[in-house]
């Protein structure tokens, strides 16, 4: 509307100036006549050659087909360069990688992402598409298909897989977090308990028993020697509990001297699995046999048959289900609320601002070019008539601008050019 008022008061001020021609021109002998004519005179021709060249981007002015060398269908015969020279600005002006990243640094992402799921609604949103999600996943995916190819993948990249390293960084991290000692101390605790039992105890009878029995044979004399000193399955096998209890219980202890040289030995391992070469070639080598020994017997298609039966059978009758039965949707919000809840630590919120800042960054370093890509697509759908229309809308405002100033300055410059030429005439 602004642009119309604008466009209409160009045209009624280049009217009014081409009228002054006509009202002036019987006094242009006098000195106001002349000046008044040669202000409105050169006002009109600045006015009309401004039109002329506005309405020459988008046509022929005045509708009259007029020849190429006078420089009509500016914008039209220009499509190629004028989209060439949009999709640079756009790309490497405007939309910059580091204009981008500064941009970035200004807001919070993960701000903007707890504030939509906390405290806008957004988690219903969420869980609602993760449940339409997971359904069709789970209609769609063929268990055999998918245990193929698990199994195809596992058995052609098996070697890429540097066990040694794994166990190297599994170990280093166990002992710089302490992991090693509570690890030890609850397996060694666990192995008393389990050595205390009267299982294990008439395991140690049977074996000592039948030891007694192989060094005694048919000899009278070691049997009545064994008798006499009271050697028997039932004493010993106490025995041999009680000292391996109290063994166990005492390399729960991390200051235990057995305990020390245990650890140890677990530190000069883990340093071994990254130097020693030859023990990463017998790590390899086990893993390889372990691997040709095991995969042929393993298959995932019936499990994952079964999972998948299972989940699919839940959301199907998840309405009729008795209370306390297995819920995939209740599961699925449950985790879901979980990952939530960790939005609302600030410090966990900074580590995914981070997150997201670095992702979007790698990804506009690697697609940076997509963006003039999509400006181009997007611009190459348009007509001629449509890019016209474009122009107009987004620049039609200063290009009347352009009219009014061309009739002011050529006002100012006609008025300029009697006033010298009259000074120069009466000298």
């Known amino acids: 509307m602004k642009k119309q008022k604008i ?28 000046l008044l004519f040669a202000a409105f005179s050169a006002a009109t021709i600045g006015g009309l050659a401004d039109t002329f060249a506005i309405n020459a981007l988008f046509g022929d002015p005045l509708k009259v087909r007029w020849p190429k060398w006078m420089g009509t269908h500016i ?4 499509r190629e360069r004028l989209i060439d020279e949009l999709v640079d600005m756009v790309e490497n002006e405007l939309l910059t990688v580091d204009a981008i990243k500064e941009h970035l640094q200004s807001h919070n992402l993960a701000e903007v992402v707890a504030q939509y799921l906390l405290r806008h609604g957004g988690s219903v949103n969420v869980k609602e598409i993760a449940e339409k999600l997971l ?30 390293d794994m166990l190297a960084d599994i170990g280093d991290w166990s002992i710089r977090n302490g992991y090693d000692d509570k690890t030890l101390s609850f397996l060694f605790r666990q192995l008393a308990k389990i050595a205390a039992t009267p299982q294990l105890k008439d395991i140690i009878g049977q074996f000592v028993h039948s030891a007694i029995k192989a060094y005694e044979g048919d000899k009278f004399r070691r ?20 000292w391996i209890v109290t063994l166990l219980e005492g390399m729960a202890d991390e200051n235990h001297p057995q305990r020390i040289k ?35 017997h393993i298959s995932l298609q ?13 959301l199907a009758h998840e309405d009729e289900a008795d209370e306390g039965a297995f819920s995939v949707k209740v599961w699925l919000r449950r985790q879901l609320d979980a990952a939530m809840d960790q939005l609302k630590d600030t410090e966990r919120l900074e580590r995914l601002d981070a997150g997201l800042k670095s ?14 890509r999509t400006v181009r697509s997007k611009l190459n759908t348009y007509t001629n008539e449509d890019l016209i229309e474009l122009v107009k809308e987004k620049a039609g405002h200063d290009l009347q601008f352009i009219r009014l100033n061309g009739i002011v300055v050529g006002a100012l410059v006609g008025s300029f050019l009697y006033m010298l030429t009259f000074w120069i005439g009466g000298v």
């Open 7 to 34: 466009r209409a008061g160009a045209n009624i001020t280049l009217i009014l100036s081409a009228a002054g021609i006509l009202a002036a021109f019987p006094f242009q002998h006098t000195f106001a006549g002349g």
């Open 75 to 78: 914008i039209a015969r220009n």
């Open 135 to 164: 359904g069709e996943l789970l209609e769609r995916t063929d268990a055999a298909k998918l245990a193929r190819s698990i199994e195809r993948f596992l058995s052609q990249h098996g070697d890429a897989l540097q066990l040694s």
């Open 223 to 242: 049997r009545l020697v064994d008798f006499t000193a009271g050697l028997n399955a039932d004493a010993i096998s106490e025995k041999a509990q009680i």
């Open 262 to 296: 245990l650890k140890e030995r677990f530190i000069e391992t883990v340093k071994r699995l990254k130097e020693d070469e030859e023990l990463r070639l017998r790590v390899k080598g086990t893993k390889r046999r372990l691997m040709d020994a095991v995969w042929p």
């Open 302 to 314: 019936p499990y994952l048959s079964r999972t998948f039966d299972r989940f699919r059978e839940a």
């Open 359 to 372: 992702a979007v960054v790698t990804l506009l370093e690697q697609s940076h070019a997509a963006i003039g």
